[in-house]
């Protein structure tokens, strides 16, 4: 595969998950504006679950799959068919039970009138778990055009919907204004359940994009081969695991710890606000998702050369530096982003923001360094610091979310990712030396962070004002950045 080619496909492929995530991005505002935070809390907590059961549902296999479809081409046939068919069978096990049990489910969620969410999500997550061979396929195939048709086609079906279902029928409806389309396809007491529909449709309309794939690959099963990835993928699967622990379970601890005590509106309204306000964290998280998806390949590329070392700290410190300018500019202009979620009643979780973009600073840094047991092939260091991170998250939201709801569950990620980070250096030093410059890099997160809560002082009335300050306190940055990292000029 030429150069060329692969920069072209690493941009598809980048560019169309981004991109994918950042327009489902844009239905918060609709959410958020359409429901009130207890009813967002339904939303944000159903979500959670997803997170779960498609690492779950996947157990490695999609990871497993790379690993083996190149290994031998003669087995490249039976490396698909074998992986297919175990997701088939996990897959109709599990949406056969969930099924069955839906009500039994519903009961221990506490959402004993809606059973029906547990059907539609567990076909929701059945469907994109086994799909996701066939989108592996694709990309071990070069296809990235029709990699990018399929996802960006889920997404603009599910956008659609929603757009349809929550901002042309509810308004009109609730209005009066209606008409037959409305009075069709539109029920009042469906609520929250048409963006869990939405997303069902998305999902079926993506699996039947894929069934070319399925259907060409439906031959060639081995059970000794499906050994041997399932073998390769379960330490994987921990992992992964330990990763979406990291990443949702304050939202379902939220829920199981303080329903009995606060009742069912204000715990859900508390889950509501602060998933709403951790999509303000959207744009860090958006750049280092953007980010991975480039340094990766280009890691290993110049693992190689003899500067390799030299480049790797130039990386990290340029991209704490975008990470650091990126929550300065979020937290300067607060007042304006806040709009994106339009109703009012979620504003008091703002608080949180600045806790979580700095907990995704220091996530993309985990990311960045996380390169040495790559390269080392020891992987299992990446499972144990994921795993240690996990218990550190579950034993600070059990302690402390009684006390503080939300506010603990953003502080239990900062210390997480935090302490994630140092684990990884430590380890990092130990088996991959890689002198990174620390004084300059942390310096740029405290300076960031001081010029933050230095403007919490400084806060002139007129507004133009206040915004023209902190563009200078922006530009201020920059200027200070600049100066620090401009090329040096030799003395002849």
Not at 140 to 165: D, P, Q, Y
Not at 218 to 245: D, N, Q, S, Y
Not at 364 to 383: C, E, L, M, P, V
Not at 468 to 490: A, C, D, H, Q, T
Request: proline share 3%.
């Amino acid at each position: 595969m030429s150069l060329k080619k692969l920069v072209s496909q690493t941009a598809i492929y980048g560019l169309s998950s981004i991109l994918g995530r950042f327009l489902n991005y844009l239905l918060v505002p609709l959410h958020t504006a359409v429901f009130i935070p207890h009813q967002f809390g339904i939303i944000t907590e159903m979500y959670s679950y997803v997170a779960f059961l498609v690492v779950l549902l996947t157990y490695g296999l999609e990871t497993s799959f790379f690993r083996f479809i190149n290994k031998d081409q003669e087995n490249n046939k039976s490396v698909f068919s074998s992986a297919v068919f175990s997701l088939f069978v996990s897959t109709t096990v599990f949406i056969s039970a969930a099924i069955i049990f839906s009500q039994q489910i519903a009961d221990w969620l506490r959402y004993p009138n809606h059973n029906e969410y547990v059907i539609w999500f567990a076909i929701i997550v059945g469907l994109d778990a086994f799909g996701s061979i066939p989108l592996a396929k694709l990309r071990s195939e070069g296809k990235a055009k029709r990699f990018a048709f399929i996802n960006m086609s889920n997404v603009l079906v599910n956008i659609v919907l929603n757009v349809f279902f929550l901002g042309y029928c509810m308004p009109h409806f609730q209005s009066g204004d209606t008409n037959w389309l409305i009075d069709t396809f539109y029920n009042p007491h469906i609520g929250v359940g048409y963006v869990f529909i939405s997303n069902l449709i998305a999902s079926v309309v993506k699996f039947g994009l894929m069934l070319p794939e399925l259907w060409n690959g439906r031959k060639g099963f081995e059970r000794p081969m499906l050994i041997k990835m399932l073998g390769f993928g379960w330490p994987l699967l921990l992992a992964g695991l330990a990763g979406i622990v990291n990443e949702t379970i304050d939202r379902i601890m939220l829920k199981r710890m303080l329903f009995d005590e606060l009742g069912e509106v204000a715990t859900m309204t508390q889950i509501g606000i602060y998933g709403a306000c951790y999509k303000v964290s959207i744009i860090i998280t958006l750049f280092i998702q953007a980010f991975r998806y480039a340094a990766e390949p280009f890691f290993f590329a110049q693992k190689n050369e003899s500067n390799s070392k030299e480049i790797y700290v130039k990386v990290m410190n340029y991209f704490i530096i975008v990470c650091s300018f990126i929550f300065l500019g979020v937290m300067l202009y607060i007042d304006l982003i806040k709009y994106f979620i339009p109703n009012k009643s979620y504003w008091e979780g703002l608080q949180i923001v600045p806790l979580l973009l700095m907990a995704n600073v220091f996530l993309g840094i985990y990311y960045n360094q996380s390169i040495w047991y790559k390269f080392i092939n020891k992987t299992i260091y990446g499972a144990a610091i994921a795993i240690f991170g996990a218990i550190l998250t579950i034993v600070i939201n059990y302690i402390f979310i009684p006390y503080f709801g939300y506010v603990a569950s953003a502080f239990a990620t900062l210390i997480c990712y935090v302490s994630m980070t140092v684990a990884s250096y430590v380890l990092g030093q130990k088996f991959y030396p890689i002198n990174y410059d620390l004084k300059r890099g942390l310096g740029y997160i405290l300076g960031a962070t001081c010029l933050y809560f230095i403007s919490l002082f400084i806060k002139p009335e007129n507004k133009m004002l206040l915004y023209l300050f902190n563009f200078i306190v922006l530009m201020f940055f920059i200027g200070v950045v600049y100066f620090l990292e401009r090329p040096k000029k030799s003395i002849t």
